[in-house]
């Protein structure tokens, strides 16, 4: 038992999908042949949200993480010391849901940063709920920087056979490229070629997305590749990195899915996930790397359109778990 990882699992959203994709995951019992899987989270909710889908399996509650038993019909839940969910509420917005998907989450984390797990997968949360609730933060990465003390956490996106960076994340548009400097951008071509070598690859080929249309076309639509992006490029082919670029934003992943990039460093959040969005749901998933263990999510929110409802594809939070799995020690 020793030897498969321990992951927690955050359910996120308590009105979202959250609670039925975790249902929908673990009902598999090959995964607890593959890590021993805990639940953080809200043991009634995951009851009710069971006997909707008419799920076998019953929820067991524990009090600390030493009494989890990791089995496939009794799944262990763990909920926050002190803190209750209360009544269910509807699916929506609701600063209730964003304390808890909170606490849920900085539990996952504190168990990791004393030994107890080692990776995190959390179910989708809705950050305007997350905000209301008082968290101050741009997004749940950045939390979780704050509440481990790591210096630059970034999110690593999987899609299919393509990993991806975006050197700014959820930040508004107008500020991406106050955001953008050669330093910056090297990191994140460093960040990306050292997790590709984890993940097995021996020399990965990176690309590096350009900011502009056309790559800038030489300056007259725009400087930053030549002022930022190329030097961070030269900096890093400099420390024996297979980098490209800039390549041009409009056709970057068709090459990497054509075979030639196995990663690709983009400069914003929506030039990374339009791309990623695009793949089938079972290829795709959210990591956060440069954090004390592995964690991920699901590439989609919470969905409250169809919470409750029992339709709802399990197979971006599978593919967060391989991840986590794999990435785990």
């Known amino acids: 038992m020793s030897a498969k990882p321990a992951i927690a699992i955050a359910m996120g959203d308590a009105a979202g999908i959250g609670p039925e994709l975790i249902i929908k ?89 004393k030994g107890g797990v080692d990776g995190v997968l959390m179910a989708p949360m809705n950050k305007e709920s997350f905000r209301a609730a ?3 933060y741009f997004d749940e990465l950045q939390f979780l920087g704050q509440l481990t003390g790591s210096e630059e956490p970034y999110i690593l996106g999987a899609a ?94 068709k090459r990497a899915l054509e075979g030639d990039f196995d990663g690709v460093v983009c400069m914003y959040h929506d030039q990374m996930n339009i791309a990623r969005k695009l793949q089938p749901r079972a290829d795709i998933a959210t990591l956060w790397m440069g954090l004390p263990v592995i964690g991920a999510t699901t590439a989609h929110g919470t969905a409250f359109d169809i919470a409750g409802k029992g339709i709802a594809d399990p197979g971006s939070l599978r593919a967060a778990l391989d991840y986590v799995i794999k990435l785990a020690r």
């Open 25 to 113: 995951v673990l009902a598999d019992r090959n995964v607890f042949e593959r890590c021993r899987p805990v639940v953080i989270g809200d043991l009634l909710t995951m009851r009710n949200t069971a006997a909707s889908l008419g799920a076998t399996m019953r929820f067991r509650p524990i009090a600390e993480l030493a009494e989890a038993q990791f089995q496939p019909l009794a799944p262990d839940v763990l909920n926050p010391p002190g803190f209750d969910l209360g009544a269910p509420l509807p699916p929506a917005a609701h600063p209730k849901l964003g304390e808890a998907a909170g606490r849920y989450l900085a539990l996952a984390y504190e168990l990791a940063m």
């Open 134 to 136: 008082g968290y101050d």
């Open 160 to 253: 299919g056979p393509i990993w991806a960076v975006a050197v700014t994340e959820h930040i508004p548009f107008k500020d991406i490229v106050s955001q953008l400097s050669v330093e910056r951008v090297c990191r994140y071509i460093e960040h990306l070629h050292s997790v590709l070598r984890k993940l097995g690859f021996a020399s990965p080929r990176i690309a590096c997305a350009a900011l502009n249309p056309h790559a800038g076309e030489g300056g007259l639509f725009g400087r930053e590749e030549i002022d930022i992006i190329a030097p961070a490029i030269g900096k890093a082919q400099s420390s024996d990195i297979d980098v490209s670029g800039p390549v041009p934003a409009d056709i970057v992943f």
